[in-house]
């Protein structure tokens, strides 16, 4: 089990502690006493804050590295999509637009431009992973431009789910 530092103000240490458990043994390394956890919920899991919490970017950073592990263990070798497969989604990423915010809250326009810069370069290699893409974080932004976060979290979903389901297909 990892040990995460703590912080002030960081992530619940039980709720974190009981989950990673479910992962070591979900990965074999340790027995495993509650339902495996999958890649997708390793990427959707949030936890409560609290005082005296483990510190939230390393526990982020270790659960991005689990994500990578699960999802290997699910689709065994992570093989490539086929060139029409991966032409299509990479018309779907440069297509995306999303609805800007000023006001509201929203996700950091660059950084989201940046990940999907990132994304197509690993589209042309044909070795997408939904893991990465679940993983996605972004600062975000208040009286500055940014993209409404639920288009970009619907957007990125979708993708994942669509690269799982052409990795299933072959």
Known sequence: MPDFPL???????????????????TLGRAQL???????????????????????????????????????????????????????RLIGLVRNVRFVPTRLSEGYDEREV???????????????PRSADIRAARFATT???PGYAQPDVDGFLDHLAAEIDRLARTR
């Open 7 to 25: 912080a002030l103000r960081g992530y619940h240490r039980h709720q974190v502690d009981a989950f990673v458990a479910r992962i070591e043994g």
């Open 113 to 127: 431009d940046a990940f999907l810069d990132r994304l197509i370069a690993e589209l042309r290699g044909r070795r």
């Open 142 to 144: 208040r009286l500055r």
């Open 33 to 87: 006493f509650a339902p495996p956890v999958t890649a997708a919920e390793v990427g959707t899991v949030r936890f409560a804050i609290a005082l005296r919490g483990y510190r939230v970017q390393a526990v982020d950073e270790r659960l991005e590295e689990y994500l990578r592990e699960l999802e290997l263990k699910e689709n065994g070798d992570g093989r490539r999509l086929s060139a029409a497969d991966a032409d």
